[in-house]
């Protein structure tokens, strides 16, 4: 390998983790809100679907501690789509459950994202309001369950 092969490759695995991050923030949204986030990006796409929602199941294994021999934990539902925008980028979502139209978002906002000229648009319009509201989400629930928590060293025993 010569630097430059390195250098590229180096280059294409960060890309593919910012795409996994887009792609992760957009599976943990909403629909609704996906949709509504677009539709402020929406000057006219033109796409088509070489793959139409579909739902199926998948396996899912796990390993005990990460380390231990993996099994089958059980079947999801998963819904999957593929986007192709005039361009020629293509986008592909996959989403837990049966929404069907998720999963369009979702790839529709993969191919988008993948166009340097509207990956920031993407970035800025859809992805960041979403990432806040999640984050401010996850800080809520952090603080309820914070409230519940109990520090046992401070109870006093009624024996004394």
Not at 11 to 31: I, T
Not at 82 to 100: H, I, K, M, N, P
Request: aromatic share 4%; net charge positive.
């Amino acid at each position: 390998m010569t630097p430059d092969t390195d250098r590229n490759s180096a280059n294409a695995l960060a890309e593919l983790a910012k795409r996994r991050k887009a792609l992760a923030v957009l599976a943990r949204a909403d629909s609704k809100e996906i949709a509504d986030r677009l539709r402020q990006l929406d000057d006219g796409l033109a796409y088509s679907e070489p793959r139409a929602p579909e739902v199926g199941l998948v396996m899912l294994r796990g390993r005990i501690g990460s380390r231990g021999a993996p099994f089958n934990a059980g079947e999801a539902t998963v819904t999957r789509a593929a986007v192709q925008l005039s361009s020629g980028e293509t986008g592909f979502g996959y989403v837990l459950g049966r929404d069907r139209e998720k999963a369009r978002l979702v790839a529709l906002c993969d191919a988008l994202w993948q166009v340097d000229d509207k990956r920031d648009a993407v970035e800025t319009q859809v992805l960041a309001p979403l990432r806040q509201r999640q984050q401010e989400k996850t800080n809520l629930e952090r603080a309820r369950t914070a409230a519940t928590r109990v520090d046992f060293f401070t109870l006093v025993r009624g024996e004394d």
